[in-house]
């Protein structure tokens, strides 16, 4: 689902990769580009606006520093956008009224009503351990009753019979009533759907919503139709008072573009996502956890928000300037680097990401134990020895080496890392440590 606009996204990326800053130019080719990618994905024009001025406004103004690089700031900032577009955390299903909660399901004909029905049912039985009955009030599609009928039996919960020769009012209380006095925990109500909005389904609904009066009005949604979804969602949501959207069928070729409008047009958070036929195809929607995967890049966002939280930019800056120029870059500010790169937290995965020499340090090593080896062989030099590598001969490396109890293989290792990485230093023409990262894949 959404594989296309994860592409889409990450070639943005790309293309930011090597700016230095984030102008409004390239904010602006940027986010024509995203624009493409969210409308080719199916999501809503006014959706997209609203997205792009968003991001567009937030992105103005950071800079490398603060956040690694554009591209990667960029992708922080939409990753944000996305999560407060989709609603921010997953709103869960309530169920806190006077049992039985009664939930009732709308949706146009082929949405998915009546298999949501069953696996909602499913969901709640076995995670929330509920007694839950369901009924079909579709009087004019004897198979809708049947099918759902065959799904309770397939999943073990409670099916009540209705008839097509009764009103879905009379279903309704029939069924509420054998509900309340059998002590179910929940009450699902399956309605019949249309191929279209029609105001004859809609009044009944209405009727039903009025007479039952659920704590959980379910708008299920096919998220194949793209646009129409959307659509279809609005009238819904002009009719009833919905609570909640389960999005179905996300799991097949959908541009996914739904998921991404449907909560910003309805104000209804999607509560469930529908990804497979069969009965355990049903999953409770965590807008964060979609975000990080549209953008493919959950390892990247968790990496930045560890540079933001720890890494001391004003440190970051003075190593900065020392290597704009390629010179005085000594073992001492090589040791406040490696010290940084640690605080920023999963040096493993850090290091990774890091483009040659200074990942091989750590390789097949403890980190933590290396990056500790690395400051004890340091340290056991004198100032001088620190800021001019090159006066260590084989004396002086034997001191070292007995100083910091390691081997003189070690510290000659050391010194040859640390000679590639000054070298490195010195091909960038600046930004030191923060250009340094752009050899992460970003
Ligand atoms: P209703 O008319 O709204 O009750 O829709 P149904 O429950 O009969 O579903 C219509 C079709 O969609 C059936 O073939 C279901 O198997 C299929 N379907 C429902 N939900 C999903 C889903 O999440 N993924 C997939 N792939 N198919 C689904």
Same mark, same amino acid.
């Given at each position: 689902m959404l594989d296309n606009l994860t592409s889409r996204l990450a070639d943005v990326v790309k293309s930011l990769r090597g700016q230095a800053r984030l102008t409004e130019a390239n904010i602006q080719d940027a986010m024509r580009e995203v624009r493409m990618a969210l409308l080719e994905a199916d999501v809503a024009l006014p959706v997209v606006k609203v997205f792009i001025n968003d991001v567009k406004q937030r992105a103005l103004g950071q800079d490398v520093l603060g956040s690694l690089t554009p591209g990667q700031a960029v992708i922080g900032v939409v990753h944000d956008e996305l999560k407060k577009l989709m609603g921010e955390q997953n709103d869960a299903l309530n169920l806190a009224a006077v049992p039985p909660a009664i939930v009732l399901m709308a949706g146009l004909q082929g949405a998915g009503k009546t298999t949501t029905t069953g696996k909602l049912a499913k969901l709640l039985k076995e995670t929330q351990k509920k007694k839950v009955l369901v009924v079909s009030a579709d009087v004019y599609r004897p198979a809708a009753i049947e099918q759902l009928k065959m799904l309770a039996s397939q999943i073990g919960v409670e099916w009540f019979p209705s008839l097509p020769s009764q009103t879905p009012k009379d279903i309704a209380a029939s069924a509420l009533d054998h509900a309340k006095r059998h002590f179910f925990d929940v009450l699902i109500?399956?309605?019949?759907?249309?191929?279209?909005?029609?105001?004859?389904?809609? #009044?009944?609904? +209405?009727?039903?919503?009025?007479?039952?009066?659920?704590?959980?009005?379910?708008?299920?949604?096919?998220?194949?139709?793209?646009?129409?979804?959307?659509?279809?969602?609005?009238?819904?949501?002009?009719?009833?008072?919905?609570?909640?959207?389960?999005?179905?069928?996300? #799991?097949?070729?959908?541009?996914?573009?739904?998921?991404?409008?449907?909560?910003?047009?309805?104000?209804?958070?999607?509560?469930?996502?529908?990804?497979?036929?069969?009965?355990?195809?049903?999953?409770?929607?965590?807008?964060?956890?979609?975000?990080?995967?549209?953008?493919?890049?959950? #390892?990247?966002?968790?990496?930045?928000?560890?540079?933001? +939280?720890?890494?001391?930019?004003?440190?970051?800056?003075?190593?900065?300037? +020392?290597?704009?120029?390629?010179?005085?870059?000594?073992?001492? #500010?090589?040791?406040?680097?490696?010290?940084?790169?640690?605080?920023?937290?999963?040096?493993?995965?850090?290091?990774?990401?890091?483009?040659?020499?200074?990942?091989?340090?750590?390789?097949?090593?403890?980190?933590d134990k290396a990056v500790a080896r690395i400051e004890g062989i340091i340290n056991s030099m004198t100032p001088a020895e620190r800021a001019k590598p090159e006066i260590l001969k084989a004396s002086r490396k034997r001191r070292i080496a007995a100083g910091a109890g390691v081997s003189v293989q070690e510290v000659n290792r050391l010194l040859n890392q640390f000679e590639q990485t000054q070298k490195m230093m010195k091909q960038f023409s600046g930004k030191g440590m923060m250009k340094l990262m752009r050899g992460m894949k970003n």
């Open positions: 109500v399956d309605t019949a759907g249309r191929l279209a909005i029609d105001q004859e389904m809609m #009044d009944e609904i +209405k009727a039903l919503h009025a007479f039952l009066n659920p704590i959980e009005t379910l708008f299920v949604v096919d998220a194949m139709q793209g646009q129409d979804a959307v659509n279809t969602a609005q009238a819904f949501n002009a009719a009833l008072p919905l609570t909640g959207v389960i999005l179905t069928k996300l #799991d097949g070729d959908s541009r996914g573009g739904a998921a991404l409008s449907v909560r910003h047009v309805t104000g209804k958070p999607i509560k469930f996502i529908g990804v497979g036929e069969k009965v355990t195809g049903l999953e409770p929607f965590h807008p964060d956890r979609l975000a990080s995967r549209i953008l493919g890049m959950g #390892d990247v966002l968790s990496l930045i928000e560890e540079v933001q +939280k720890s890494v001391d930019v004003e440190e970051a800056q003075k190593l900065a300037k +020392k290597m704009k120029t390629g010179k005085g870059f000594d073992l001492e #500010d090589f040791k406040t680097q490696i010290q940084q790169m640690k605080k920023m937290g999963g040096m493993t995965a850090l290091l990774d990401k890091m483009p040659g020499q200074l990942s091989q340090l750590a390789q097949g090593q403890d980190t």
